[in-house]
């Protein structure tokens, strides 16, 4: 039966016209099944929508340990108020025992994330009504429906294929504000049953399936999406509660109380800036790089994609041209290692922790040797003059590598303290305080992959002491995984 279906899939593929087949009347019309199968005017008359989600997430290249994969409990409830250009978003994740909320809307005019455990609030000109829900809506096909009518103008008909032995017609659209997206859409039923859009590395998608769908007042929805992120799992539904008549109460007020966070730093601009003697960061957005000038070349730390860039603008402003020796791998989360391969490409040796071998290979087109890199083993290492590699352990990796200047008293670290605000907002976690403390190091400034203002350990220790409970505020439903 089954070899029976796929030959009929085959046969309908091969009376299909291939790519471009479907004129822009046919696309057209392929547009209104799709919103027809949804619910017609009921969807595209729906003044909003809301879902909650209980999801577990796998932490492919994420994980604290390179050999084994974490799963994450992740809670999030979404309402999208279509009449007034509204959205909220709320989540819940739980690593270990350590739950953490996070909060933010667009109230059709201003976007704001509010902390509700330092009880804080910071306007953000980057959130919009599109980006409000951190791409958490496009796991609900419903909506991804009412962007395609948005967009059905230049949206563009991409051929045929064979999903689940079922004939499938893709089709390609970007509505405002928005990633391109591919749909699948069922070509008997007009259901979608996959959407696929670009991942941040060359040539990967983030792709989503939706699966189990149920109706509710004549609208369609996936009550199960299965999202998958470079070809691995990424998230799994437990359950999904939509409402097509939620309550706003309180979704876009700041709670009386409430401070504004102090301004952030403007990281948009690409940035070298010499820190210590000799000690320089640069970077922009969330990538920054550390280069210790150690006479005819650098020692560097800092892997996010984009390194060359980095690397260029320090030599620009040094004024002289030095190769990048040494460059030391901080640990092995996919965003610390998106910068490898430019790094092999510019001869520098890569420093690793033996446990993160592994990973660096699979950044790598030419895996290199274990006898081609310095490997470290121990939670103390020298290089070169100035350097000293300082392996910090904690509840984010497993192992990690930082740099410790010691002639300068310069500090580089990934994913151990964040600031993005000109002045306090710094988060911290104890194991690095703890573990200089106990290797009596103790270094005069700290700088990061994600954080180029310098600190001082005073700062870093504030922080840690400041450090409570997340907490969820009554009205939530999210609360518990
Ligand atoms: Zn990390």
Redesign the pocket.
């Known amino acids: 039966m089954k070899k029976c279906l796929v030959f009929l899939g085959v046969l309908l593929l091969w009376m299909v016209p291939a790519h471009g087949g479907l004129s822009a009347d046919d696309k057209q019309q392929l547009v209104d099944r799709v919103v027809a199968a949804y619910g017609g005017d009921a969807l595209l008359s729906l003044p909003r929508l809301a879902f909650e989600d209980r999801t577990r997430r796998l932490q492919f290249g994420?994980s604290v340990r390179p050999d084994e994969i974490d799963l994450t409990p992740y809670r999030a409830s979404i309402v999208i108020d279509f009449e007034n250009n509204r959205k909220s978003w709320r989540s819940a994740a739980w690593f270990g025992s350590e739950r953490y909320t996070q909060n933010q809307f667009f109230d059709g005019n201003r976007g704001v994330s509010l902390n509700h455990t330092a009880r804080t609030f910071a306007e953000d000109a980057g959130l919009s009504f599109a980006r409000a829900d951190r791409s958490l809506s496009y796991t609900l096909d419903t909506v991804l429906v009412r962007l395609l009518h948005g967009a059905a103008q230049d949206a563009r008909y991409s051929g045929d294929v064979l999903l689940g032995g079922a004939l499938h017609h893709m089709l390609v659209f970007q509505a405002d504000g928005h990633p391109q997206m591919t749909l699948f859409i069922n070509a008997e039923t007009a259901v979608i049953s996959k959407m696929t859009r670009p991942h941040w590395m060359e040539g990967a998608v983030h792709s989503y399936r939706f699966s189990r769908h149920e109706r509710r007042n004549n609208i369609l929805y996936a009550a199960d999406t299965y999202v998958l992120s470079r070809g691995q799992p990424r998230t799994i539904t437990v359950s999904r509660e939509v409402n097509l008549n939620p309550s706003m109460d309180g979704l876009f007020d700041i709670p009386s109380g409430y401070e504004e966070e102090g301004a952030g730093i403007d990281f948009s601009e690409m940035k070298a800036e010499e820190i210590g003697d000799g000690v320089y960061i640069a970077g922009q957005n969330w990538g920054f790089s550390l280069f210790v000038d150690e006479g005819d070349h650098f020692i560097a730390a800092g892997g996010y994609a984009g390194f060359t860039d980095r690397y260029e603008a320090v030599t620009s402003l040094v004024g002289e041209d030095k190769p990048v020796r040494y460059f030391i791998v901080?640990?092995h989360?996919l965003?610390?290692m998106g910068g490898m391969q430019e790094i092999a490409g510019l001869g520098a040796t890569f420093v690793v922790h033996r446990s993160h071998l592994t990973s660096l290979q699979a950044r790598l087109d030419q895996p290199v040797a274990e006898s081609e890199v310095v490997l470290i083993s121990d939670e103390r290492a020298a290089l070169g003059a100035r350097v000293q590699v300082v392996d910090v352990p904690s509840a984010?990796?497993s192992h990690?590598l930082t740099t410790y200047v010691h002639d300068d008293g310069s500090f580089f670290s990934?994913?151990m303290f964040f600031s993005r605000q000109q002045q306090g907002g710094v988060r911290a976690t104890a194991a690095l305080a703890e573990t200089l403390k106990r290797l009596r190091v103790a270094p005069r400034q700290f700088v990061a992959a994600h954080s180029s203002r310098p600190l001082s350990l005073q700062d870093l220790t504030t922080a840690v002491g400041e450090d409570r409970p997340d907490r969820c505020p009554e009205s939530w439903t999210i609360c518990t995984p």
Do not use: F, G, L, V
């Open positions: 994420q901080s640990h989360h965003d610390h984010h990796a990690n990934a994913d």
